[in-house]
């Protein structure tokens, strides 16, 4: 019987491969929108920057930032990248948050909100926190920030988690909480305050609205109000609730808030349910696989025990 000589395996060459400190580069960068942004972000030198940026685009093979007088932006292979670079980073600082609990629970935790979610839910969640895990440092975004509602914060890892209200992107796991329906504000000394709200009665006051914040609620409140043709012709946006409420108190118009945004509503106003409700759903937002982190479940869950309680 003849038998072939046996194949020689040869090793296969192994493609290096980016590091850690590379992808931190390449985000901060990216974030920046110019190399001596990210520079005094990180303390390092633009020349370092580069020399770093340089490497990771020579491994992958294609070049991740157009570099021009007005600072930088991502290429096409940049934009596929920038993602799942961030999504390293976070992997690995998850790795650390759950290899050690202890210390975890004695760490930092940031927290995007509202206002009003933050003054309603999230401050007594917090008060609960404390009283389990004193050392647990938070620090408060304001989820209007990044122009999704607090969303992007979450999906970019600026943020632990946000309490908002539900996002319509993807990339993000949303846990509803509550629904928090609208209500009109008008001075409690309105005729309007004494007889059943008619689409055609608000039609006809002055609106006043807080600034258009970039999440999907400042525009279905609008398309709702549309749809019944409730949309007063006299819209003025404002930037501060406090003055907004001020302003009504003033009989300059009325508003339309959602029910926790109004907290302890002054005597001098007051609220009166839509003719067909409208309402936004609240919920904690984070992103996928980090429900378990020690510090992400023990806020999740004060939360979760306020949300009951109301």
Same mark, same amino acid.
Not at 54 to 82: C, F, M, N, Y
Not at 281 to 291: A, K, M
């Given at each position: ?44 030198? =633009? ?5 770093? !940026?340089? @490497?990771?685009?020579?491994? *992958? #093979? &294609?070049? /991740? +930032? ?36 202890? =210390? ?5 935790? !940031?927290? @995007?909100?509202?206002?009003? *979610? #933050? &003054?309603? /839910? +999230? ?54 909480? /509550? ?132």
């Amino acid at each position: 019987m003849y038998l072939a000589p046996r194949a020689t395996l040869q090793p296969v060459s192994r493609l290096p491969e980016p590091t850690l400190a590379q992808l931190r580069l390449f985000v901060a960068v990216a974030d920046a929108g110019s190399f001596s942004g990210a520079a005094d972000s990180l303390g390092l030198s =633009q020349s370092t920057l580069s020399e770093g !940026v340089r @490497a990771l685009e020579k491994i *992958l #093979g &294609q070049p /991740l +930032l157009l570099r021009g007088r007005g600072g930088v932006s991502l290429t096409p292979a940049g934009q596929a990248a920038v993602g799942h670079a961030r999504d390293a980073m976070i992997a690995v600082q998850d790795l650390q948050l759950a290899a050690n609990p202890a =210390q975890t629970l004695a760490g930092k935790l !940031v927290v @995007a909100t509202y206002r009003s *979610l #933050g &003054q309603q /839910l +999230l401050a007594p969640a917090l008060a609960l926190l404390a009283q389990a895990h004193a050392g647990l440092q938070v620090r408060i975004l304001d989820a209007s920030s990044d122009g999704h509602g607090g969303a992007d914060l979450v999906r970019r890892g600026e943020a632990d988690l946000a309490l908002i209200e539900q996002p319509s992107e993807a990339g993000v796991r949303f846990e509803p909480l /509550l629904h928090d329906p609208y209500r009109v504000v008008l001075p409690a000394t309105d005729p309007l305050a004494s007889v059943p709200l008619t689409w055609e009665a608000l039609r006809r006051r002055p609106l006043l609205l807080p600034m258009p914040s970039g999440h999907q609620n400042d525009t279905r409140l609008l398309a709702f109000l549309r749809a019944y043709h409730a949309l007063s012709d006299q819209i003025t946006e404002v930037a501060e609730d406090d003055v907004i409420l001020s302003m009504v108190r003033y009989g300059m118009g009325v508003t339309i808030f959602p029910e926790l945004g109004l907290g302890n509503l002054s005597p001098s106003l007051i609220s009166l349910p839509l003719p067909v409700p409208f309402e936004r759903v609240v919920g904690l937002t984070l992103r996928p696989g980090r429900s378990r982190l020690p510090h992400i479940a023990a806020l999740t869950e004060a939360i979760r025990q306020v949300t009951k309680e109301r």
